[in-house]
């Protein structure tokens, strides 16, 4: 996966100034150009002639961080900046959660964003002062754990890259169901992490940093147990990871609905600026991807 250029999505608010501003550290740190987009959702209140505004932005932007910047002359639906972004472009926005009444069941502008965008998107939550020193991956021990490394490793390039593995309760639910003895099920616990644990390892051995920048982050991995997304959520917070990358699965309207995937409900619960990818980008090609 890569991108060419970034996308930063304004509404005029001051977790919307963070984006744009953790978007031009970004085109300059990697050396491309930045679009500013004005993001009109109908119910949002926006300052006086917004797209003049955004041009003088851009031109500030421009001149602190010596990168090019374009402000796109028109305001648009999420729908229409989804399409501005493309595959191949960053799009970075702050974690929008209006939601509008006529399209509840879609969720949040968030929400949608995180189900929509076709190309890697960053939700960024705090005030940028440098670029990213400490990076937390969230891998699911799949085929693409490796790439999502990788790809995580080029974005960022942080000074301190950690995995970590959430496992699942729901097998240990099951189990408890048809009323399996506790110390069986404190014995399958130890066995997942190991598991998982011998699998992070292998990951470590394997993965090759040396080509993603010109020294190679320490790299460390943990093992937690619960619901990926608020597990992970919570080593974030204690950890005080700058960046999270998670990957993205497509998923049914329907489970979208009910219980939200790992990345929207990641995007919406951690306390650090978010990095999603969509996996089915990574160029890995599992049984899963084409059953």
Known sequence: MHFDSILAVSDFSALSAHALERAALLARQHQIPLRLIHLDEGSNIHPPDPISRLGQRARQLARRHEISV?????????????????????????PLLQRSWKRFHRGTTLDQAVHGSLG???????????????????????????????????????TALKLFHAIDTIEESKLRSVQTS????????????????????????????????????????????????????????????????????????????????????????????????????LNVATAADRV
């Open 120 to 158: 890697p998107l960053l939700v960024v939550k705090q005030e940028p002062r440098q670029a990213y020193k400490d990076a937390l991956v969230a891998v699911d021990l799949s085929p693409r754990t490796e790439p999502l490394i990788d790809f995580a490793t080029r974005f960022s390039r942080p």
């Open 70 to 94: 374009l402000a796109i002359e028109r305001s648009a639906p999420l729908e229409a900046v989804l399409a501005e972004a493309g595959a191949s472009t960053l799009l970075v926005m702050s």
């Open 182 to 281: 506790e110390e069986a099920i404190q014995a399958n616990r130890l066995n997942s992490r190991q598991h998982a644990r011998d699998r992070l390892a292998q990951v470590i051995g394997a993965v090759d940093l040396a080509s993603a920048g010109s020294k190679d982050p320490p790299l460390a991995f943990e093992v937690g147990n619960g619901d990926p997304a608020y597990t992970t959520a919570l080593h974030q917070l204690s950890s005080q990871a700058e960046l999270v990358v998670v990957g993205k699965r497509q998923s049914s309207p329907l489970a979208r609905f009910f219980t939200g995937s790992v990345a929207q409900r990641l995007a919406k619960w951690a306390a650090g600026d978010v990095l999603i990818a969509p996996l089915d980008r």
